[in-house]
């Protein structure tokens, strides 16, 4: 079974996570209510994102991305910035380093 060392490397997951907090409106990652989301490494966890496998075969087919929203920096625009948009911008950094479909989650916000 492919581990998330083969798939998604423990530099390209730092990479990630640097890009996604530099996005206007992104808070910070969340791990989940358990810290159950995240790409464990030997010796490292990288927060907030999360492989998701088919059921049947094991193989990892998306890559899911939780984030916290920063609800005051969205609705300090003019006019306010959808977080659609901002879920678009996250995508756009996941895809240039893994080629897995993205899935944002928006766990909360703040």
């Known amino acids: 079974m492919d581990t998330a060392v083969d798939i998604l490397p423990f530099g390209a997951a730092r990479r990630i996570v640097a890009g996604l907090l530099?996005?206007?409106?992104i808070a910070?990652?969340?791990?989940?209510?358990?810290?159950?989301?995240?790409?464990?490494?030997?010796?490292?966890?990288?927060?907030?994102?999360?492989?998701?496998?088919?059921?049947h075969s094991g193989v990892p087919e998306r890559v899911e991305v939780h984030l916290i929203a920063d609800l005051r920096a969205l609705?300090?625009?003019?006019?306010?910035?959808?977080?659609?948009?901002?879920?678009?911008?996250?995508?756009?950094?996941v895809v240039k380093q893994c080629a897995l479909p993205v899935d944002v989650i928006f766990s909360g916000g703040q």
């Open 22 to 25: 530099a996005i206007p409106g």
């Open 28 to 55: 910070g990652m969340s791990g989940g209510a358990f810290g159950e989301v995240a790409l464990y490494y030997p010796f490292e966890r990288v927060h907030g994102l999360k492989l998701v496998r088919d059921p």
């Open 75 to 93: 609705l300090h625009t003019s006019p306010p910035t959808p977080l659609v948009t901002v879920a678009d911008s996250a995508r756009s950094v």
